[in-house]
Nanobody, 116 residues
């Protein structure tokens, strides 16, 4: 089981920026995929962005061009830079780790609220 600790998030006005961090308990090179889901009230959980151990990134269409996922291998941390935030980006963002095709850990979740 990978332990994940999230930080960042908060309240921001539309058009603003926030950065989320997700620190892992072990080398992120040993984790096949890391990323974030988000959960908004009354909506299905949405996969927002992922990064593989090889550095390949993927994004939901709704965030392409605005969000960037990156990593610091030495710090065992993955980041989600969120720019040009919209009210519809509001939700709880959950960091996850996937190993050998199975979810191996979840962060505690962090609230992102974008006001219009």
């Amino acid at each position: 089981q990978v332990q994940l600790v999230e930080s960042g998030g908060g309240l921001v006005q539309a058009g603003g920026s926030l950065r989320l961090s997700c620190a892992a308990s072990r080398s992120i090179l040993s984790i096949n995929t890391m990323g974030w889901y988000r959960q908004a009230p009354g909506k299905q959980r949405e996969l927002v962005a992922t990064i593989t151990s090889g550095g390949t990134t993927n994004y939901a269409d709704s965030v392409k061009g605005r969000f960037t996922i990156s990593r610091d291998i030495a710090k065992k941390t993955v980041y989600l830079q969120m720019n040009s935030l919209k009210p519809e980006d509001t939700g709880v963002y959950l960091c996850f780790a996937e190993v050998l095709g199975r979810t191996n850990g979840w962060g505690q979740g962090t609230q992102v609220t974008v006001s219009s």
